[in-house]
């Protein structure tokens, strides 16, 4: 039986074996170093393809994964079949998530069968669906989840199929457990190994062409229909106007970023009334854009990217480590927060409070305080909340709810539902980061003890907030008149 930790313990995929599927001088040499090979009854003859099951890499370009599962779909001489897995019960997913996800999907399929890939959704559940199929493939491709829900299901999978397997980390710049060989403490702990690895991970996929080819009918994905027949039933929440889901969304976002905002990302991303970031979290939650892609193409673009690069690779790899290696639930303050957050949150548990909201008062953003009713607004209706104003949002909810317990379950519960990039570990990471994770102490004071503290004055002081109210207030009254 293979237990939940038991694919770090595996180790990557051994050198020997990587020569004999690809040619050395193709890629690379890290490139072995993203793959985990779990050997279950050897190399299979009698099958029929190479199973890649997509989930967390839901693109064709810069797929590690997929390029892997075509390779070696090459060399043992047979088709590639990619199954995807629709789980209507995913965990706090709703409409909103489910219609982004179906768009990128469209996209990817129209690219498949470009390279003569079959493929096949399935909705239900990847245990079944995935076992099934893999009765019949010769070997089995998957790529890297990162949270406890996704590592689980691959567990029991790989507890199920007997076949060889291989799991991909494609979503990372860095494969997870090569960044850092434990939980960080802070960015401070991971930065050195990122930067001195870093450059060395940056080799995307080339267009491999699939030797034995499907020539049969295209698949063709009805979205609309896979939507009101098995996903208009859960928890409605209106798709974003903003953002459209699919990897050429994602490229128009990058190349906007990068032409437009990149070369002042240092000086203006911070300032909610600028709107000066990439937006490309959804996209990279969705795995419909890699970070490979990404960095790539904003060190190439000969503008100043460090800060950018900060977020997206030292930040976001930072938050992946800590859900990889974290054994604590995220939703257990005392376990998981460094013990000087936990203690002076602790001792500061009874301060008075001089305004407790409900989830409806906030759900709704009907608080005493217009910037944080136009944050939240800004993630009803768009699905992306702008980065400072994520951490006043979160700052203030620890200090109008009645506990700490109360306001990391409204914060979970909120950010889960509305943002497009929610359910992610940049956002656990992110919510306990409002509670001292990943953070040093400061001054001590009421309520938050000696947990970084943010107020309004400090916004209106270094920041266009008017702008940024007035922004939202125009998205409202557009949403209004529909
Ligand atoms: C309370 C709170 C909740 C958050 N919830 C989420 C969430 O659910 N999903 C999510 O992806 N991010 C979350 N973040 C992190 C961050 O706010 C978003 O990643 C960022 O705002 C996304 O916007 P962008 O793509 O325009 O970012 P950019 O500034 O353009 O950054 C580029 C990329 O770098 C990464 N990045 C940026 N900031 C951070 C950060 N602080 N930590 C880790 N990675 C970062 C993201 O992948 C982002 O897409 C949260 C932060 C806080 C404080």
Redesign the pocket.
């Known amino acids: 039986m293979l237990t939940f930790y038991d694919q770090h313990s595996i180790g990557t995929m051994p050198m020997l074996k990587w020569i004999q599927i690809v040619m050395p001088n193709e890629v690379n040499m890290r490139y072995h170093e993203r793959i985990t090979h779990v050997l279950k009854d050897g190399e299979r003859t009698e099958g029929e393809y190479v199973l890649y099951w997509m989930q967390s890499a839901q693109r064709t370009i810069d797929n590690h994964a997929l390029d892997f599962a075509i390779r070696y779909a090459n060399r043992l001489n047979c088709k590639l079949l990619v199954c995807f897995v629709i789980m209507p019960d995913f965990p706090n997913a709703n409409s909103r998530h489910f219609m982004f996800m179906l768009q990128g999907l469209k996209e990817v399929v129209e690219k498949l069968n470009d390279i003569g890939a079959m493929f096949v959704l399935s909705v239900g559940h990847p245990e079944i669906e995935v076992v099934k199929r893999s009765v019949h493939a010769k070997s089995v491709v998957m790529d890297q989840g990162y949270g406890i829900y996704e590592r689980k299901i691959r567990e029991n999978i790989l507890n199920k199929i007997n076949a060889e397997v291989y799991i991909v980390d494609t979503n990372l710049v860095i494969p997870v457990h090569k960044a850092y060989a434990k939980e960080a403490y802070a960015a401070y702990a991971i930065r050195p190994s990122i930067m001195r690895q870093m450059d060395a991970y940056l080799e995307g996929t080339y267009d491999v062409p699939l030797t034995c080819r499907h020539e049969g009918n295209p698949f063709v994905l009805d979205i609309d229909a896979i939507f009101h027949t098995h996903l208009s039933s859960l928890t409605s929440v209106p798709v974003s106007p903003k953002f459209k889901g699919g990897q050429s969304e994602a490229l128009k976002w990058l190349n906007t ?1 990068i032409s437009e905002k990149l070369e002042k990302y240092n000086a203006n ?1 911070s300032d909610p009334g600028l709107f000066g ?5 959804p996209y ?2 969705f795995g419909h854009i890699s970070p490979v892609t990404v960095a790539n193409a904003v060190l190439s673009s000969g503008q100043p990217c460090d800060a ?1 690069i900060e ?2 690779i030292v ?2 790899e ?2 992946y480590n800590y859900l990889y290696y974290a054994k604590e639930d995220y939703r257990d303050l005392k376990r998981t927060l460094p013990r000087w957050a936990f203690e002076t949150i602790e001792s500061h548990r009874d301060d008075e409070r001089e305004h407790i909201y409900d989830l409806q008062v906030l759900e709704q953003g009907l608080t005493h305080d217009p910037y944080w009713n136009a944050a939240q607004k800004e993630m009803v209706l768009t699905g ?4 400072t104003m ?2 006043y ?2 700052k203030k909810v620890i200090e109008w709810t009645e506990s700490p317990e109360k306001a990391l379950e409204i ?1 979970l519960y909120l ?1 889960d539902k509305y ?1 497009l ?2 359910r ?1 570990p ?2 656990y ?3 306990l ?2 509670f001292g994770k990943h953070d040093r102490p400061w001054r001590e004071r009421p309520i938050f003890g000696k947990v970084r503290y943010m107020n309004a004055a400090g916004l209106k002081r270094k920041y266009n907030m008017k702008d940024y109210v007035s922004a939202i207030q125009l998205l409202e009254g557009e949403q209004f008149e529909k």
């Open positions: 970023f991303s970031s990439s937006n490309l979290s990279l939650h950018f977020q997206l930040r976001r930072l938050a992306h909340m702008h980065n994520r951490m949002w979160g914060l950010n943002e990039d929610g992610d940049n956002g990471a992110g919510i980061w409002c």
